[in-house]
């Protein structure tokens, strides 16, 4: 993996935490919310952490920078924390961010789908 290794520090904890790693701005953050697929299904995120990690994430991040997030919503728990992260984004002020819904039209309702927030430039 061309040294991967150096240049990448893995952390086991909660994403909640973020900042007490990161303490330098970021150009992108990415979230996969809900379970590892084919992992236990038991481990999950949750509201309450989401929402920690987003906050701390928006503050981290630079204008022009984007945060992507993949959203699982058809597992037990994954539509509240759906519904928890689509209110916390339509509260972000317009003038600061955008956010950007990206899901399918031909699939199950609770499909996986992708959440775009950028930190605009003006």
């Known amino acids: 993996y061309h040294n991967l290794l150096k240049k990448v520090k893995l952390i086991h904890d909660g994403h909640e935490k973020i900042k007490s790693y990161v303490k330098a701005p970021v150009k992108a953050v990415m979230f996969n919310l809900g379970y590892l697929p084919s992992s236990n299904k038991k481990i999950i995120t949750l509201p309450t952490t989401t929402i920690q990690a987003l906050d701390s994430s928006l503050e981290l991040l630079l204008k022009g920078g984007i945060i992507t997030l993949v ?6 728990g994954g539509l509240e924390e759906k519904n928890a992260v689509e209110k916390f984004l339509s509260t972000l002020d317009k003038k600061k ?26």
């Open 71 to 76: 959203v699982y919503s058809g597992h037990k």
């Open 97 to 122: 961010f955008t956010v950007a819904k990206y899901y399918y039209l031909n699939r199950d309702i609770s499909s996986p789908f992708l959440l775009a927030v950028s930190k605009d430039t003006f």
